[in-house]
């Protein structure tokens, strides 16, 4: 069996080797979006789509004289509306762990008061750090507003000796990296990821074009070492690309890893098992190269987005993060960027056992579909 393995491998390595074009989009695709995105945060701005919670406990003039500079606060950078709903301190509370609120921020009981009598009042804002730029983002404008209480200025002096509030901010969470980071480091695992999906993808159409695919399955060749081979042919086919994308988009942008070079190897490893069968199962059902490269294209970019490409999976609603949780590449994204930045292997458990999963379970379905193809032509 292990000669049948490897000579399928051959056959796929001698074939990529002849029609390189999966090549271009692995590295077209994360370097569009990565330029894409850095234009779209830096002049449309981001953190506004995300409601902050506001609760207001005291019943003063003084407090609702801060809770409306709070709702009405206007970015100076961005022009975008500071997205804000009132709730009750135990909604609040609730909706902020469940991670339904971004963040809220509390008016306490007492604030008018200490406000009348030259006790320094305090506004606090719980915040998830899911994401730098975003916690940056409501940060930034809570003090605004606070500056804006303290001295009736759009722009003070910033001498806050006298100030009449203190601002309080308390994380939930380990701190993340910025968004443009966290963009270039998840460019080098999409590469990686649109190259082992389409020239899988590629390589499966390309024997059915050729017709090769049904001397194939006529040979002794067990399916189990069809499907074995294809996935090991993949392997050094798709890891190729990263010579170019990783010192580009780490040395370019100096956004270097801090995490294992082996566990970031071994996730990458996981992704080609878990993603070469669904580029199998695209190249079954195209025939056809240049329609293999599309679909393989478009599905790497879903699952991209879906698998929190563009922004972390804890700021979706919880339906939509459930839907996420069934592509591979959200553990894969999940899992990279958790040892990129923070050089842990704590709870990667999880997700190594739903890319297994995924691999174990999409190449059987492939072989199955990959006999009925050849046995109804």
Request: proline share 4%; glycine share 6%.
């Amino acid at each position: 069996m292990l000669r049948e393995i490897l000579a399928v491998a051959r056959k796929d390595l001698k074939q990529a080797k002849r029609d390189p074009r999966f090549i271009a989009p692995s590295l077209i695709v994360p370097f569009v979006l990565a330029l894409v995105y850095t234009i779209m945060w830096a002049q449309v701005g981001g953190g506004e789509s995300f409601v902050c919670g506001l609760v207001v406990e005291d019943q003063s003039s003084q407090a609702d004289e801060m809770a409306e500079i709070l709702e009405n606060m206007v970015s100076t950078t961005n022009f975008t509306w500071f997205k804000m709903t009132r709730y009750d301190s135990e909604s609040a509370s609730q909706l902020f762990q469940n991670g339904n609120l971004i963040a809220y921020i509390l008016i306490p009981e007492g604030f008018g008061a200490n406000v009348t009598s030259g006790v320094k009042a305090t506004i606090s804002i719980y915040i998830a750090n899911l994401n730098d730029d975003i916690v940056k983002n409501y940060v930034h404008r809570v003090q605004a507003g606070v500056l804006l209480y303290n001295q009736m200025a759009v722009y003070p002096e910033f001498d806050q000796s006298n100030a009449r509030v203190a601002f309080e901010e308390t994380l939930n969470l380990h701190e993340t990296p910025t968004n443009i980071s966290y963009m270039y480091a998840v460019g080098i695992i999409l590469s990686m990821i649109v190259c082992s999906v389409a020239s899988q993808a590629m390589a499966t159409a390309a024997d059915f074009e050729t017709q090769a695919i049904y001397d194939t399955m006529n040979s002794p060749a067990s399916r189990l070492a069809i499907v074995i081979g294809h996935t090991i042919a993949a392997i050094p086919r798709s890891l190729v690309v990263m010579i170019i994308t990783i010192p580009v988009l780490l040395l370019g942008t100096g956004t270097l890893p801090v995490g294992n070079v082996f566990v970031l190897g071994l996730i990458l490893l996981l992704t080609l098992l878990a993603l070469a069968p669904i580029g199998e199962l695209i190249g079954i059902r195209t025939k056809q190269r240049e329609q293999a490269i599309l679909f393989s294209v478009l599905f790497a970019v879903f699952g991209f987005l879906t698998g929190g490409g563009l922004a972390p999976i804890g700021l979706m609603p919880t339906e939509l993060r459930a839907i996420a949780l069934l592509f591979p590449t959200t553990h894969s994204i999940a899992m990279w960027t958790r040892v990129f930045f923070l050089d842990t292997v704590s709870g990667l458990l999880p997700g190594v056992v739903a890319l297994l999963t995924v691999w174990i379970v999409m190449s059987l379905i492939t072989a199955q579909l990959m006999k009925r193809e050849v046995e109804r032509s």
